[in-house]
Nanobody, 125 residues
Framework: RVQLVQSGAGSVHAGDSLTLSCAAT????????VAWFRQAPGKEREGVAR????????DYADFMKGRSTISRNKALDTVFLTMNSLQPEDTAMYYC??????????????????WGQGTQVTVSG
């Protein structure tokens, strides 16, 4: 069974950067997709960024384009999300999720089979 373990939660000031990690344990297909989601209080969960583990193709939500980087280290089975210029509106619980197969950028939240435990990101103004 694949398990996703997240790290990197923390409280930062507006304008700071933060890197979140998502490490996978257990066997899984190499051609997989890993995504980051977030959920702020009173709001629905929304996609943040996605990456394919085999080729490193990536995509970002509009609100993250230009100020975030998703990357992966295949040897460590770890995906990272680095967010820059964080603002209070970025405060949320961040989750990593994974799925096997080819689909990544055209699939919804329900298509992800494995989820991390969530990491709280709090940005103070």
């Amino acid at each position: 069974r694949v398990q996703l373990v997240q790290s990197g939660a923390g409280s930062v000031h507006a304008g700071d950067s933060l890197t979140l990690s998502c490490a996978a344990t257990g066997e899984y297909y190499s051609r997989s997709c890993v995504a980051w989601f977030r959920q702020a209080p009173g709001k629905e969960r929304e996609g943040v960024a996605r990456i394919t583990l085999t080729y490193g193709n990536m995509d970002y939500a509009d609100f993250m384009k230009g100020r975030s980087t998703i990357s992966r280290n295949k040897a460590l089975d770890t995906v990272f999300l680095t967010m820059n210029s964080l603002q209070p509106e970025d405060t949320a619980m961040y989750y990593c999720a994974a799925r096997a197969g080819n689909g990544c950028f055209n699939v919804g939240e329900s298509d992800f089979s494995y989820w991390g435990q969530g990491t709280q990101v709090t940005v103070s103004g």
